[in-house]
């Protein structure tokens, strides 16, 4: 398997984050963990408009996604 692909959702929660639901996907791509990870807190910044009384983020592999959108299409 080639390398991994990461990419970091924005979650907007309740007070304490409480009942937290996806909000909003980061556009950047990250090649590591740690990568995405350190970005966190920038993109928390960043993306301050949603209107939640908390915000947190969440790093994701999505590099078996691709990898079984790809077979799929192949096998098509």
């Known amino acids: 398997m080639g390398p991994f692909i990461y990419v970091m959702a ?12 996806e909000a909003r996907i980061v556009e ?9 990870q350190q970005a966190t807190q920038a993109q928390l910044i960043k993306n301050g408009d949603l209107d939640f009384p908390e915000l947190m983020a969440s790093c994701r592999s999505v590099t078996n996604r691709f990898a079984m959108n790809d077979a799929r299409a192949k096998a098509r």
């Not at 924005?10 to 639901?21: H, K, S």
């Not at 950047?28 to 995405?36: D, G, I, P, S």
Request: glycine share 14%; hydrophobic share 30%.
């Open 10 to 21: 924005i979650m907007g929660c309740g007070d304490g984050a409480y009942q937290c639901t």
């Open 28 to 36: 950047t791509r990250y090649e590591t963990l740690a990568a995405c």
